[in-house]
T-cell receptor, first 113, second 109 residues
């Protein structure tokens, strides 16, 4: 069965550069979540989209932005990267009501040097 | 403080023993989900319990939910070395899935 696809799996950027992370949800899933997980930390909710509209916002820095496109894939854009942005970034998707489970991608490991 | 606080944060047991992890949450939820994460890897969904359910079983997993106390527990019976991982609970609201700090379980062969 198709899973949530994230690309790239690994990314190395320098400070002050820009990064774009992509997420392809499971087909027919209408909700996408983005999370950031630092080393040894719990996943922190960044932002979510439902039917291509932003539905909720968590601890996402102003330097980051995200959107969900007409094909339901989502991109997380990160600008003016800082060393502290080094983390695993997860995307998850689910279908329909809040009562359904969310499926996570394998994550993108971003390293800022 | 965050929704989905796990207790204990680290747990070490012998293979074959049962492992119990607790979680508390702060806001209203539609359901509570438990996830497993191997070191540096993706989050794998284990089980979902709805807010109108009190207990749910799946294989060696047993989850309870007490909405009056805003708490949940995950019991893994007859643990195996392969169960070694971090376990997170996450409260699901309308649009947000909020994770807690996780319990790092080590199962010693």
């Amino acid at each position: 069965a198709a899973g949530v696809i994230q690309s790239p799996r690994h990314l190395i950027k320098e400070k002050r550069e820009t990064a774009t992370l992509k997420c392809y949800p499971i087909p027919r899933h209408d909700t996408v979540y983005w999370y950031q997980q630092g080393p040894g930390q719990d996943p922190q909710f960044l932002i979510s989209f439902y039917e291509k509209m932003q539905s909720d916002k968590g601890s996402i820095p102003d330097r980051f932005s995200a959107q969900q496109f007409s094909d339901y894939h989502s991109e997380l854009n990160m600008s003016s990267l800082e060393l502290g942005d080094s983390a695993l970034y997860f995307c998850a998707s689910r279908k329909g009501s809040p009562g359904t489970e969310a499926f996570f991608g394998q994550g993108t490991r971003l390293t800022v040097v | 403080s965050q929704q989905g606080e796990e207790d204990p944060q680290a747990l070490s047991i012998q293979e074959g023993e049962n492992a119990t992890m607790n979680c508390s949450y702060k806001t209203s939820i539609n359901n509570l989900q438990w996830y497993r994460q191997n070191s540096g890897r993706g989050l794998v969904h284990l089980i979902l319990i709805r807010s109108n359910e009190r207990e749910k079983h799946s294989g060696r997993l047993r989850v309870t939910l007490d909405t009056s106390k805003k708490s949940s527990s995950l019991l893994i019976t007859a643990s195996r070395a392969a169960d070694t991982a971090s376990y997170f609970c996450a409260g699901a609201g309308s649009y947000q899935l909020t994770f807690g700090k996780g319990t790092k379980l080590s199962v010693i062969p």
